[in-house]
């Protein structure tokens, strides 16, 4: 199957700094890209739709000022929590569907991004 | 998005077969059923996709009743590494052009020896 990658897979910071997360479509374009965020024992939770070349739509109650989304490729779509807080500390995952060859509603995963705010 | 339930977890042992069942009243008629797996720490995986009847692959087997009001996903002899959470979601592929998935809390299956 297609495989999506993401960059860094663990993440340290400190209060107030900025954080970017990469995710990467290796062998397929991905016009649309998801981002998810997943608190411990807790379902995933999407927070945006990236899309290659213009804004990403944000799902209600996600600030879009403090999670930048940028899709610059069809292979390759950025989160960045900005000023991040010790609260934004969780689990993030980004999807992507291979549109030439998946099922209708099936999307690949990365690995996730550990993101732990001190 | 049609709503689904599903038990927030279940207890099985090695070479057991387990039935998940996972319930969605409000199902619309181009709603497709999907189900996904996630181990700790790792992104979700596809297991396994159908509209109505049966569906089957290396995997894992779908029964969709002909009211399409619940699903059941069966895993055949299951050992330790099937332990995982898996997700049942509910959606028509064809709206709004993004596929958008919507967890819901998922099945926390445990697998004993």
């Known amino acids: 199957g297609a495989v999506v990658s993401q960059h860094p897979s663990r993440v340290i910071c400190k209060s107030g700094t900025s954080v970017k997360i990469e995710c990467r479509s290796l062998?397929?374009?991905?016009?649309?890209m998801f981002w998810y965020r997943q608190f411990p024992k807790k379902s995933l939770m999407l927070m945006a739709t990236?899309?290659?070349?213009?804004?990403?739509?944000?799902e209600q109650g996600v600030e879009k000022d403090k999670f930048l989304i940028n899709h610059a490729s069809l292979t390759l779509s950025t989160l960045t929590v900005t000023s991040a807080h010790p609260e934004d500390s969780s689990f993030y995952i980004c999807?992507?569907?291979?549109?030439?060859?998946?099922?209708?509603?099936?999307?690949?995963f990365g690995p996730g991004t550990r993101l732990t705010v001190l | 998005l049609a709503k689904t339930t599903q038990p927030i977890s279940m207890d099985s042992y090695e070479g057991q077969e387990v039935n998940i069942t996972c319930s969605h009243n409000?199902?619309?008629?181009?709603?497709?059923i999907t189900w996904y797996q996630q181990f700790p720490s790792q992104g979700p995986r596809f297991i396994i996709q159908?509209?109505?009847t049966k569906v089957t692959n290396e995997v894992a087997s779908l029964f969709i009743p002909a009211d399409r009001k619940s699903s059941t996903l069966s895993l055949p002899r299951v050992s330790l590494s099937d332990t995982a959470v898996y997700y049942c979601?509910?959606?028509?592929?064809?709206?709004?052009?993004?596929?958008?998935?919507?967890f819901g809390a998922g099945t926390r299956l445990a697998v004993h020896p």
């Open positions: 999807s992507a569907r291979d549109e030439g060859t998946a099922a209708y509603n099936e999307q690949f």
């Open positions: 062998d397929f374009q991905a016009t649309t």
């Open positions: 990236s899309n290659e070349g213009s804004k990403a739509t944000y």
């Open positions: 409000n199902i619309a008629t181009n709603d497709y």
């Open positions: 159908g509209y109505k």
């Open positions: 979601l509910v959606g028509d592929p064809f709206s709004g052009g993004y596929n958008k998935l919507i």
